[in-house]
């Protein structure tokens, strides 16, 4: 099974500052129809995870556009710039590429 | 609008099987796919299994010898069943809509008591 790793565990951020979570896999997540299903969640406390990006780079309509994706292969990255207080939250990312699919194990943002 | 819905039985004793149903409406079981994900209470998500459009099954390695997908199409429901059920089994399950997990449900809680 893929293995996403995540890092780091816990980002320590002040309103306004820009921050980056990292994804790592295991093998890469380029699919053979030449997408790249790996995604990024978050996931607020008590609610249910929402999607804001997907296929690497591609913005969920009505996400912010302070959140970006980028990436290939591998590596992949999720940027927030400019950190805003409702952002706070766990960040996930998935990969819907190779099934089973899989998890990272999650980002903590929270507020220096 | 695009809906998920899941329904069970909140608590389930050690040993038994847990039934659980994602009823969906604003989309057509055969046209996108269905994915169980659950998380214990305070840890990440896991990916238990997949229905797909055209009725394939996936399952998550560690679950798949207790774990069973299916769906009925003219009612758009998914069900989840899985067997011998542990306390670690105790967490909430999504059920959300492939390729891209865009839409989820609000989640069922599910204990696992005596």
């Known amino acids: 099974d893929v293995v996403l790793t995540q890092t780091p565990p816990t980002l320590s951020a002040t309103i306004g500052q820009s921050v980056s979570i990292s994804c790592r896999s295991s093998q890469s997540l380029l699919h053979s129809n030449g997408n790249t299903y790996l995604h990024w969640l978050l996931q607020r406390p008590g609610q249910s995870p929402q999607l804001l990006i997907y296929l690497v780079s591609r913005l969920e309509s009505g996400v912010p556009n302070r959140f970006s994706g980028s990436g290939s292969g591998t590596d992949f990255t999720l940027k927030i710039s400019g950190v805003e207080a409702e952002d706070l939250g766990v960040y996930y990312c998935v990969q819907g590429t190779h099934a089973p699919y899989t998890f990272g194990a999650g980002t903590k943002l929270e507020l220096k | 609008q695009v809906q998920l819905t899941e329904s069970g039985p909140g608590l389930v004793h050690p040993s038994e099987t847990l039934s659980l149903t994602c009823t969906v409406s604003?989309?057509?079981?055969?046209?996108?796919?269905v994915y169980w994900v659950r998380q214990p209470s305070g840890k990440g998500l896991e990916w238990m299994g997949r229905m797909r459009y055209n009725g394939d099954t996936s399952y998550n390695s560690a679950l798949k010898s207790r774990l069973s997908i299916s769906r009925d199409t003219s009612k758009n429901q998914v069900f989840l069943k899985m067997n011998s059920l542990q306390t670690d089994d105790t967490g909430t399950y999504y059920c959300?809509?492939?390729?891209?997990?865009?839409?989820w449900g609000q989640g069922t809680l599910v204990t696992v008591s005596s």
């Open positions: 959300t809509r492939g390729p891209i997990f865009a839409y």
């Open positions: 604003g989309f057509s079981l055969t046209g996108y796919s």
